[in-house]
């Protein structure tokens, strides 16, 4: 009992959802992780298939620099490479 | 309504269309559950855009959900005053607040002012009130349609609406705190924050000759009623004729500024190339070599009694509109049913200003199979709209003719 409100408590932390935002969910491959425990602290998911497929791999580089050097977005430099990896491969062109 | 999608999807009017040699769609068309896309967005929006509703709104189209982004389908842009519940809503950050009214304040300062003063709620409503009909249309409007598509909230045509705000004059205001001649410019920040400390706070400034003008207002009613939250309760900036980016939502502070605001919203975000636009505002003093920001809307237009692709009965077709640009006025709206060789002229609607959106009609004869429909507004400085887009990469001033099909069966 104990455990389970613990995982319940751990999820409502992992997605700080408004009270009407329903999961999105991205492609499951390599990286997903990486992205759900990231970007997700600060905008819902949808942002990355929204812009898809259009973009090269340049800019999906380009966004995640973004995301961490103009918004502060704490991440890391090996999940950086992890998401942008991800994003090129599941919603580039 | 059946569109071209559902026609194409019906095999005995997929026969007929060939029968009457109907060429294939222009567009990609993107396919989201129960939702009406603009032509051209990028195909990734169809497996997230939604039809939503959020508390005290009828459904808008989702295209994000944190930071809200919802933008209204182009039915809700049938009367020139688009309803409280049916207005759009965007927002930068994601840490948004409920406002109380009762111990709401805008903070006035700024170095640009002699000293600071503090306003309640019912010190803007004892001031003197302002009306004006205004078309709020964020700055990003018609990005998804941006082609090459380039990255940000991919908007349709609904990123819009236009509203009669109420409020005190935003010059009066800077008065109470004694306007200095050396202010340069008018900041705004809102109730709104970011998610995480490091991420830069929504401020945005205005020259301050725009700040002080008759109709730039801090408006507490929308179409006479309380601002819905979703759209800046208990009270924003209304900035005529500029676009949204201007028009803070819940505005907490006012600061009359001698020198140019910074930070990532005024610059690198909402800028335009140099010389690429036909713009009369300009705003001087965030300037540089190559940007300059995105000020005063292009003139633009938009079908709202068809969409494209639709079913017509060949014979009388009323098509109609809306037109706004950023606050000279419509002088005239014109129709090409042959892509452009040929014009006649729309009847214009009801004027609810020059701020306002401008209603037009035109009645065509439609024929059997495919017939366009093509619109092109001019406004009262003789600026049209474009037949090629004016590419830029943030995508926005996007005001490129509608050139749409009605088939005739």
Request: aromatic share 8%; charged share 20%; glycine share 10%.
């Amino acid at each position: 009992m104990r455990t389970f409100a613990i995982i319940v408590v751990a999820a409502l932390i992992a997605i700080p959802a408004a009270a009407d935002e329903k999961l999105v969910q991205l492609k499951k491959a390599d990286g997903l992780d990486k992205v759900e425990a990231n970007c997700q602290a600060c905008h819902s998911l949808d942002y990355i298939p929204m812009n898809s497929p259009f973009p090269s791999a340049a800019l999906w580089d380009a966004e995640v620099t973004k995301m961490i050097k103009a918004f502060g977005a704490p991440i890391d430099e090996a999940d950086a490479k992890a998401i942008a990896d991800y994003l090129k491969k599941n919603y580039g062109s | 309504m059946i569109t071209r999608r559902h026609l194409l999807g019906t095999a005995g009017a997929g026969a007929a269309l060939t029968a009457i040699g109907l060429s294939l769609p222009k567009f990609t068309e993107v396919e989201a559950a129960g939702v009406e896309l603009s032509p051209g967005v990028p195909t990734g929006l169809g497996s997230v855009a939604a039809m939503e509703t959020l508390p005290g709104k009828k459904p808008l189209i989702k295209l994000s959900y944190r930071p809200p982004n919802y933008e209204s389908p182009l039915e809700y842009f049938r009367t020139p005053i688009t309803p409280n519940d049916q207005f759009f809503v965007r927002y930068h950050l994601s840490d948004i607040p409920n406002v109380d009214a009762n111990t709401y304040r805008i903070k006035v300062g700024g170095e640009g002012v002699n000293g600071p003063v503090e306003l309640t709620l019912d010190d803007l409503k004892k001031m003197p009130a302002v009306e004006v009909i205004a078309v709020n249309q964020c700055s990003g409007n018609r990005r998804g349609l941006s082609n090459p598509h380039v990255a940000g909230v991919e908007w349709g045509y609904g990123a819009m609406g236009c509203a009669r705000w109420k409020g005190a004059r935003l010059k009066d205001i800077l008065d109470k705190a004694g306007l200095k001649k050396e202010a340069i410019e008018v900041s705004f920040n809102g109730a709104d924050g970011p998610a995480v400390d490091k991420t830069p706070d929504f401020i945005k400034s205005i020259p301050v000759w725009k700040a002080v003008e008759e109709s730039t207002i801090v408006a507490y009613e929308m179409n006479g009623q309380p601002l819905p939250h979703l759209n800046g309760f208990p009270a924003r900036i209304i900035v005529p004729g500029w676009t949204g980016t201007y028009w803070m939502k819940h505005v907490i502070a006012i600061n009359a500024l001698t020198t140019p605001q910074g930070g990532f919203w005024m610059n690198p975000a909402y800028r335009v190339p140099v010389g690429k636009f036909p713009l009369v505002a300009r705003f001087i003093s965030q300037e540089n070599a190559a940007s300059t920001p995105i000020t005063e809307m292009v003139v633009n237009s938009l079908i709202t009694s068809h969409r494209d692709g639709v079913t017509v009965k060949p014979g009388k077709v009323a098509v109609s509109g809306m037109a706004w640009d950023g606050g000279y006025g419509i002088s005239s709206v014109q129709v090409s049913t042959d892509s452009g060789k040929t014009w006649g002229m729309a009847t214009l609607g009801q004027d609810l200003g020059r701020y306002a959106f401008r209603p037009w009609s035109f009645d065509l004869s439609a024929k059997r199979g495919w017939n366009t429909v093509m619109v092109n507004a001019t406004n009262k400085i003789g600026q049209s709209q474009t037949s090629e887009l004016i590419f830029n990469p943030a995508g926005y001033h996007n005001n490129v003719m509608q050139n749409i099909a009605l088939v005739g069966v």
